[in-house]
């Protein structure tokens, strides 16, 4: 098993001061457990620990082979994702938070890692993401689950029984944070993937879903990467996802 797993970490801007105000807390989960992060960004190379270098084109997308040097692939949080890629029009999705290279660069690399069977974990937009690459859609706006500017809120959601994710955190119930206004039910979630946990007091609102036919693929709605706010148990997921990036 690799004690040094190299993961990729998705993010809308390779720059060093966007990465340090926008996707540090990524960074640390994983070197905190040992990881190696490679940033991938549509407007920045990504440089591996060996120096290999892979520019994205002009539509923000990087080259497929860059999965030969990750052991694992993070869809990170964002704004939204442009709804013309699951054929629907807006319907209450932000425009002024949608970036169309953001989405080719994302879709193009989570499509990739769902055939190669690479370790994918998707969180917030890159939960919505990752639906949206394995066939599905989403909710584009509901209300109740965005935090304010001053705070952040919590709430509850039911863990599913019998499924990998019930596994990891060991509980029926998981406190999270919240942060989005979009989101997958059961009617938008896609074909091969299923419910992992639903929201408190929305159980119709699913909170993570996961594969039953890949080694390690879950989408989580809410940021389990500040550790600093949130229930020991969210440590176990990461420790899981870097367990399976190992294997």
Same mark, same amino acid.
């Given at each position: 098993?690799?004690?040094?797993?190299?993961?990729?970490?998705?993010?809308?801007?390779?720059?060093?001061?966007?990465?340090?105000?926008?996707?540090?807390?990524?960074l640390n989960a994983l070197a905190a457990l040992g990881a190696t992060a490679?940033?991938?960004?549509?407007?920045?190379?990504?440089?591996?620990?060996?120096?290999?270098?892979?520019?994205?084109?002009?539509?923000?997308?990087?080259?497929?082979?860059?999965?030969?040097?990750?052991?694992?692939?993070?869809?990170?949080?964002?704004?939204?994702?442009?709804?013309?890629?699951?054929?629907?029009?807006?319907?209450?999705?932000?425009?002024?938070?949608?970036?169309?290279?953001?989405?080719?660069?994302?879709?193009?690399?989570?499509?990739?890692?769902?055939?190669?069977?690479?370790?994918?974990?998707?969180?917030?937009?890159?939960?919505? @993401?990752?639906?949206? /690459?394995?066939?599905?859609?989403?909710?584009?706006? &509901?209300?109740?689950?965005? !935090? *304010?500017?001053? +705070?952040?809120?919590?709430?509850?959601?039911?863990?599913?029984?019998?499924?990998?994710?019930?596994?990891?955190?060991?509980?029926?119930?998981?406190?999270?944070?919240?942060?989005?206004?979009?989101?997958?039910?059961?009617?938008?979630?896609?074909?091969? @993937?299923?419910?992992? /946990?639903?929201?408190?007091?929305?159980?119709?609102? &699913?909170?993570?879903?996961? !594969? *039953?036919?890949? +080694?390690?693929?879950?989408?989580?709605?809410?940021?389990?990467?500040?550790?600093?706010?949130l229930p020991e148990a969210h440590a176990q997921i990461w420790a899981s996802f870097i367990h399976?990036?190992?294997?």
């Open positions: 098993m690799k004690t040094n797993p190299i993961v990729g970490v998705t993010t809308k801007h390779g720059s060093n001061e966007w990465v340090q105000k926008n996707t540090i807390n990524y490679v940033v991938l960004s549509p407007d920045q190379p990504a440089v591996l620990p060996d120096g290999t270098t892979f520019a994205p084109d002009e539509e923000g997308r990087l080259p497929e082979a860059i999965l030969d040097y990750l052991d694992g692939l993070i869809l990170s949080g964002g704004g939204d994702v442009h709804p013309r890629y699951f054929n629907r029009p807006l319907e209450g999705a932000e425009p002024e938070s949608i970036d169309l290279k953001r989405d080719e660069l994302e879709l193009r690399l989570a499509r990739q890692a769902l055939a190669a069977d690479l370790p994918l974990f998707g969180i917030c937009r890159g939960c919505q @993401l990752l639906n949206v /690459a394995a066939g599905g859609g989403m909710v584009q706006h &509901l209300p109740g689950h965005r !935090s *304010p500017a001053d +705070r952040t809120a919590m709430h509850e959601v039911l863990v599913q029984p019998g499924v990998r994710f019930r596994h990891m955190v060991g509980d029926a119930t998981l406190t999270v944070n919240t942060f989005h206004h979009q989101g997958v039910d059961l009617a938008t979630l896609a074909p091969g @993937l299923i419910p992992a /946990a639903t929201a408190q007091p929305d159980p119709w609102l &699913l909170e993570a879903f996961e !594969s *039953p036919d890949h +080694r390690w693929v879950l989408g989580v709605q809410w940021h389990p990467e500040r550790l600093f706010e399976a990036c190992g294997g």
